[in-house]
């Protein structure tokens, strides 16, 4: 298990901006596969983007390609999120997860690949 705590929330209006981190202190981030997910009230938990341990390849979903940024700093053991282009429909609570260092890429997404969360961070974004 890995501890996960995640911040930079908040409410933002549609077309700005937010940076969400992850902080997990003490690990090296490059040992995990680092995912951010999602949860909006009334839906299920979906994939964002994630970042794999073994080769630093990025993911993300088709909904945020284009518009957020996933990065890892190993040194400050903080995985980030860059959100531009923000939409009403971007608001949801958004949760860090660590999976193992390699997940093949067709299971990326797979909530079920990923042992740690975080206890999420709420993005509200007006119209």
């Known amino acids: 298990q890995v501890l996960l705590a995640e911040s930079g929330g908040g409410l933002v209006q549609a077309g700005g901006s937010l940076r969400l981190s992850c902080a997990a202190p003490g690990r090296t981030l490059s040992g995990y596969t680092m995912g951010w997910f999602r949860q909006a009230p009334g839906k299920e938990r979906e994939f964002v983007s994630a970042?794999?341990?073994?080769?630093?390849?990025?993911y993300y979903a088709d909904s945020v390609k284009g518009r957020f940024t996933i990065s890892r700093d190993n040194a400050k053991s903080t995985l980030h999120l860059q959100m531009n282009s923000l939409t009403p429909e971007d608001t949801a609570a958004y949760y860090c997860?660590?999976?193992?260092?390699?997940?093949?890429?067709?299971?990326?997404?797979?909530?079920?690949?990923?042992?740690?969360w975080g206890q999420g961070t709420q993005v509200t974004v007006s119209s």
């Open positions: 997860a660590a999976g193992a260092r390699h997940i093949i890429v067709s299971a990326i997404s797979a909530a079920s690949q990923y042992h740690s």
């Open positions: 970042v794999r341990g073994s080769d630093g390849r990025t």
